[in-house]
């Protein structure tokens, strides 16, 4: 039988992990974190001290790392880093990487091997545009920069780690502005997309929406 493709796209801050994961466990499927792959890439290249807006020296670095995700866990050569690269740090460094053209193809590599092996449900910024261009149902999660400004300062601040509201505005205004204005890959509505604005939704009112969509276009 064919492996299923879902891809759920967005700007940062729209819940899309979240739902991407909820998803993923209620159809059996296996969850992709694209992000998380940009990010464990930025903090090997961080730890190393490298120039993190080096093609040549990213490329390198990332070929020799073993990056490995189970679950909602994420391992660099072998070492949880699960929560180190969730920091608005790597946050910033993974959103410099990502406009890379050599460590984009790299893990255009990856991804797409893992979806030879299982049916999945890949989340991030190109997972309909070019990861999987052929999805069988593609969403694009969207919320106003300030709605979603609010949520990361929320869950920033339950961790107990929380820079100011107008801090976490700025920064995420900053990657929207990277993500979207790179010239490899960048963030775009996917062809055949179903757009979601999030913005008055509660994380109960996306799930039911989403699972409505993917029941139709799985069904059609
Ligand atoms: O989804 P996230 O916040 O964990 O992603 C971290 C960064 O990685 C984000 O700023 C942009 C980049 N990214 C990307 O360019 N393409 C993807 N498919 C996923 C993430």
């Given amino acids: 039988m064919k492996n299923v493709i879902i891809t759920i796209d967005g700007p940062s801050g729209t819940g899309k992990s979240t739902i991407a994961r909820i998803l993923a466990d209620k159809l059996g499927y296996t969850f992709l974190d694209s992000g998380a792959l940009y990010r464990a890439c930025a903090l090997a290249v961080d730890q190393l001290g490298a120039d993190i807006d080096n ?11 073993k990056i490995d995700l189970d679950h909602d866990r994420v391992f660099l050569n072998g070492t949880d880093v699960s929560e180190s690269i969730r920091t608005p740090h790597v946050s910033a460094l993974s959103s410099r990487i990502a406009v890379l053209p050599s460590v984009r193809r790299l893990l255009l590599k990856l991804q797409r091997d893992f979806a030879q092996k299982t ?21 694009y999660l969207d919320a106003t920069s300030q709605a979603r400004a609010q949520r990361r300062f929320l869950e920033l601040a339950a961790k107990g780690a929380a820079p100011s509201y107008t801090q976490v505005l700025n920064d995420i205004e900053e ?11 960048p963030l775009v509505v996917p062809d055949h997309a179903v757009v ?16 409505k969509i993917v029941r139709e276009r799985l069904t059609d």
Wanted: glycine share 4%; proline share 2%.
């Fill in 196 to 211: 979601v604005d999030t913005t008055h939704l509660n994380l109960e009112e996306v799930v039911e929406t989403v699972f």
């Fill in 175 to 185: 990657r929207d502005h990277r993500d979207r204005a790179r010239t490899c890959a």
């Fill in 55 to 65: 093609d040549a020296i990213c490329k390198e670095i990332i070929s020799n790392i």
């Fill in 119 to 139: 049916s999945l449900v890949a989340e991030g910024r190109d997972t309909g545009s070019v990861i999987f261009p052929q999805a069988d149902v593609k969403i």
